[in-house]
RNA sequence: UGGCCUGUGGUGUAAUGGUAACACAAGUGGUUUUGGUCCAUUCGUUUGAGGUUCGAGUCCUUACAGGCCAGCCA
């Protein structure tokens, strides 16, 4: 067991103190996707608890899928989750399961709860159940159908199974208390007929047992210690005891229930993920916008960022809303030391350096990341014509601008001093070339007279650049609470519509070479790395992961 | 107008009956060959009321606020 020089939360107390009283010698926990949807970030929060636990504690953690309903459930599903899971760094060895492979178990135990007189077959509709069922406020009445015997509920139950009836005829029931102020309680649905084709289990079955049913049992069969879900599973957990309880099943797991990620500019539920998806208003579950596990991965966020961001948001039972903003602090922090620093243009202007040799060229040294001593050095190559942003020009600059401006003298990143001499405009006004010099004796970026510039700037050489694709992203929803619409709107019409931007840059030539998940620092601007879906050798994409911090355009802003 | 759960800076998380701490955000300074990084600094008596106690963010009562539940979804 690790040192633990942090505080504990309140899941990992309860672990701490049924180790520390024999009640498990290890934590089994479990990761229990279903496969109907990719993975998001809220996931990952799930994944990190329960794969943490036992790294930290000792045991395991099995990934099981919970594979209840063949109606919404995919193959797709299965294989991105589990390559999500890898990416995240997490293993679950052998210990991969399916719901599915309980599912004749289930049978035999639904079949003793009938048995026991446990359980029933309904014969009523799903309309009817619901009028039946009673209303927050009110009990419920109990089904005319509550006493049959039980030689008929088995023989219904197996002619259920045995397919002789259609999909909502008939379902099986447990026996508890209609008047349950506790929904979940009152006779709540155990099997359904479902003529559908299964993933795994293909046509074997056509009945089809419920989350309820199975969640629980399928624990105490894999002998997990300590069940980890969702708030909203609250109100199941005296139905996931009273399964235990009735049930001769080999060990009794502990539901422990935790709150959710919510996360600003984003929405985590599947459902709204999936229409996202499904109205191509995303491209596709790994769009570089989604939260989910896929899309930030061809974003360029890393698992360390994401799993340091997890681990200081804690785990507690409150309903809270985090700050997107603490997410990309994390990923900032992991970028920061990692990226390689490369310079590019993302709105280019000429800068033509007039008595600079016309068919000179030389290379300056350039460092590949400050924040690393062991990243090297890489050659840029420097000539009289470059490109720099267009906004690191003022005409008529206020004195707190550092950058260039008619008169003034700035830094050009690794190589010399240049001082602006004077502009060209095309007819629009529009800035079409500045003019500078510069001092032979500032190269490397230091004067030898002891001046001094306030700033310094990123450039490409013209002669030398390349072209690439920017997708420049910006957060998905316009607005920081997405669910927050007025009556009569659709969430989807709060979708930033500038979440997305596409724009031609010029990059230094190191980086035709560059590679997927390798993140790249744009100096002066931003994260980058190339688009794992759409960048080629002779087309290069690449994805902004994230800007940098921006004090200057903050001060703008006032 | 049922049941269950939760209330600590702007946001999120700690403090396990004994000096309210940390991170993010925001602001202000400093350093800097990235207006990045880094460093320093500012910002809350814990939802309200009552109670127990020498002592309460922590325990009790109550009010208020928020979340979840009426799928043959999970």
Not at 10 to 24: C, R
């Amino acid at each position: 067991m690790e040192i633990l020089d942090k505080s504990l939360n309140f899941i990992e107390q309860i672990v701490t103190e049924d180790l520390a009283s024999g009640k498990h010698q290890e934590v089994i926990s479990r990761f229990p996707p279903e496969p109907n949807g990719y993975l998001h970030i809220g996931h990952a929060k799930s994944i990190c608890l329960n794969f943490g636990l036992p790294q930290k504690f000792g045991g395991r953690c099995n990934l099981r899928f919970d594979d209840t309903n063949p109606e919404k459930e995919e193959m797709e599903y299965i294989n991105s989750i589990k390559e999500d899971i890898k990416w995240l760094g997490f293993d679950w060895g052998d210990h991969i399961y399916y719901a599915s492979d309980y599912f004749d178990q289930l049978y035999d135990w639904a079949v003793l709860l009938i048995k026991d007189g446990k359980s029933y077959v309904e014969d009523l509709t799903a309309e009817q159940i619901r009028e039946y069922r009673g209303t927050l406020t009110e009990p419920g009445k109990e089904s005319p159908y509550r006493n049959r015997t039980i030689e008929e509920n088995l023989d219904l139950f197996t002619r259920m199974k045995n397919g002789e009836f259609k999909d909502g005829d008939r379902v099986l029931r447990a026996k508890i208390d209609m008047a349950s102020p506790n929904l979940n309680m009152r006779d709540p649905v155990l099997y359904r007929i479902k003529h559908a084709h299964h993933p795994r289990t293909a046509n074997k079955w056509c009945i089809y047992p419920m989350y309820d049913f199975t969640h629980g049992q399928s624990d105490a069969l894999e002998h997990i210690t300590h069940s980890i879900c969702t708030l909203e599973f609250e109100d199941h957990r005296p139905l996931y005891e009273w399964f235990l309880n009735n049930l001769p099943v080999p060990s009794k797991p502990r539901q422990i229930e935790f709150a959710r990620l919510n996360l600003s500019y984003t929405v985590m539920s599947k459902r709204m993920l999936l229409r996202l998806v499904q109205e191509k208003v995303v491209d596709g579950w790994d769009d570089p916008r989604m939260p989910t596990i896929a899309g930030i991965r061809r974003r360029g966020y890393t698992p360390e960022a994401i799993k340091a961001f997890a681990d200081r948001i804690g785990v507690n039972r409150m309903f809270s809303t985090i700050d997107f903003a603490l997410l990309e602090h994390f990923l900032r922090d992991d970028l920061n030391k990692k990226a390689l620093r490369v310079m590019a243009v993302l709105d280019p202007v000429k800068l033509i350096i007039d008595n600079y040799p016309d068919n000179q060229e030389e290379m300056v040294e350039a460092d590949n990341n400050p924040e690393d001593e062991n990243s090297g050095t890489r050659q840029i190559a420097f000539s009289k014509e470059l490109y720099i942003e267009r906004n690191d020009f003022m005409e008529f600059a206020p004195k707190d601008f550092f950058r260039l401006s008619i008169d003034k003298e700035v830094r050009l990143k690794h190589a010399y001093f240049v001082k602006c001499t004077h502009i060209v405009k095309d007819d629009t006004g529009t800035i079409t070339e500045i003019h500078c010099t510069y001092d032979p004796n500032t190269r490397s970026g230091n004067s030898t007279d002891g001046r001094k510039v306030k700033g310094t700037l990123h450039w490409v050489s013209v002669k030398h650049a390349k072209e690439a694709e920017v997708r420049l992203y910006d957060h998905l929803f316009a607005q920081e609470n997405p669910y927050d619409v007025a009556e009569g709107k659709d969430w989807i019409e709060t979708v930033n519509p500038n979440s997305l931007v596409k724009i031609k840059a010029y990059i230094e030539p190191s980086l035709t070479e560059a590679k997927p998940s390798v993140p790249y620092q744009f100096l002066r601007n931003a994260y980058f790395c190339v688009d794992s879906k759409y960048s080629t050798p002779s087309n290069p994409v690449f994805n902004r992961i994230i800007t940098l911090k921006d004090t200057w355009a903050k001060l703008q802003k006032k």
